[in-house]
C-alpha cells in the first residue's frame, strides 16, 4: 500500500489505519516522490490526494495508467467537484471519498482493492 499526501497528519493517520488492518504501507509526500519509489509494481493499492503541490492526484493517476502496472488507486480530497471525482473514477479510480474520510468506506475499499 502507498499514501500519497502533501499533509504530513493525513499520512501518519492514514499509515497507522492501515498497519492496523494487517497491510504494510509506504508514504509520500507528494506524487513526484512516488513516482521515483521502486519497485512501483509492488504496490497493491495506493491512496492518493487530489490536490498537492506539484503533480496532482490526478496526473500521478494519468502517469501511472502509462505503466504495465498501474495500483488501483483510492482518491481523498478536501475538494470535492463532480468534474475531478468523474475524470478519476472513468480513468479507473476504485473510490473517490472526501475528507474528512468515512473510514467505513475507506476500509471497504481498501480491501476491495487488495482481494481483487
Given at each position: 500500500m502507498a499514501v500519497v499526501d502533501d499533509d504530513l497528519a493525513i499520512r501518519e493517520a492514514l499509515a497507522?489505519?492501515?498497519n492496523s488492518l494487517g497491510y504494510a504501507g509506504a508514504v509520500f509526500g507528494s506524487a513526484e516522490d512516488f513516482l521515483k519509489f521502486e519497485p512501483r509494481s509492488a504496490v497493491g493499492c495506493a491512496i492518493v490526494d487530489v490536490n498537492m503541490p506539484g503533480l496532482s492526484g490526478i496526473e500521478l493517476q494519468s502517469r501511472l495508467r502509462r505503466e504495465p502496472n498501474c495500483p488501483p488507486m483510492i482518491f481523498?480530497?478536501?475538494h470535492q467537484d463532480d468534474?475531478?471525482?468523474d475524470t478519476a473514477l472513468a480513468a479507473g479510480a476504485l473510490a473517490f471519498l472526501g475528507k474528512p474520510v468515512d473510514l467505513g468506506r475507506l476500509i471497504q475499499s481498501i480491501h476491495n482493492a487488495l482481494n481483487t
Open positions: 497507522d489505519l492501515i481523498v480530497t478536501s468534474r475531478t471525482r
